[in-house]
């Protein structure tokens, strides 16, 4: 009996297990000023910039502002605002509303993304195994409904359920996500499901705390690693090495 027959579900995380950040940040906010007659912001202030105002954003309106009842649109232009502002640019409302729009749409499309190639085919294979499929991503709706589709990462073909912070209002690495997953795959038994990501503090332990199963994905030979490893958990490189390592026999211990 493999380790995968053990289980009906596996939930996985989305940004670094299956997929990655394409270029840098300045170059999508570059873009975004020559389209306006603008020079480049220089990308290091703006990466700064842009962490400080993302981590303010997230901690006065977390889950893109859904207890305030923040648009989207609105969440993301104050941060790309602030941003700028931190990296000491500052734009009359016209020229600043010109490049937003740039950079939000840019964000909502496929393009500043790139799927691992082991991703789809692993997706395919748990869902042509019979498993419930499902993603759980601290996101807002576009991906959803945009940016996954347009990846070719479909609701129905690669996975069967989603739940994202910014559509429901709880985001990682509070257990509740996991607990609303497995509501969503049909009450599943925690026991009966796996959760797949490449945080320890986001994916492993929550996932860990509410009694699913966990491994960790290292795709980028994450400097914590071994401590990882040291602490019980299972690192794999790959998808391509999860889905062998589910094939195996249930002596490998979850």
Not at 198 to 223: C, E, I, N, Q
């Amino acid at each position: 009996m493999t380790i995968l027959s053990k289980l009906r579900c596996i939930t996985i995380d989305v940004t670094g297990t299956l997929m990655a950040y394409k270029g840098e940040l300045g170059d999508y906010y570059c873009m975004a000023a020559k389209s306006v007659g603008l020079p480049c912001p220089d990308y290091k202030r703006v990466h700064e910039g842009f962490k400080l105002a993302y981590t303010e954003m997230a901690k006065n309106y977390p889950c893109f502002g859904y207890a305030a009842k923040m648009p989207n649109i609105v969440w993301w232009k104050t941060c790309v605002r602030n941003s700028f502002v931190r990296a000491g640019y500052e734009y009359d409302e016209e020229t600043f509303e010109k490049i937003f729009r740039r950079i939000y749409a840019s964000f909502g499309s496929a393009a500043p993304y790139t799927v691992f190639p082991d991703s789809q085919p692993f997706l395919r294979w748990l869902r042509q195994k019979g498993l419930k499929v499902g993603i759980v991503s601290n996101a807002e709706y576009r991906y959803k409904d945009v940016i996954l589709p347009a990846l070719g990462l479909n609701q129905g073909s690669e996975w069967d359920f989603g739940v994202f912070s910014g559509l429901e209002g709880v985001e990682k690495p509070d257990p509740r996500i996991y607990e609303i997953a497995l509501e969503r795959a049909g009450n599943i038994a925690p026991e009966e499901a796996l959760h797949i990501g490449d945080s320890m503090r986001k994916d492993y332990v929550p996932a860990k705390s509410v009694g699913m199963h966990a491994l960790l994905v290292d795709r980028f030979k994450t400097y914590d690693a071994e401590e990882w490893r040291k602490s019980g958990a299972v690192v794999l490189p790959d998808l391509v090495a999860v889905q062998d390592w589910l094939s195996r026999d249930e002596q490998v211990p979850l």
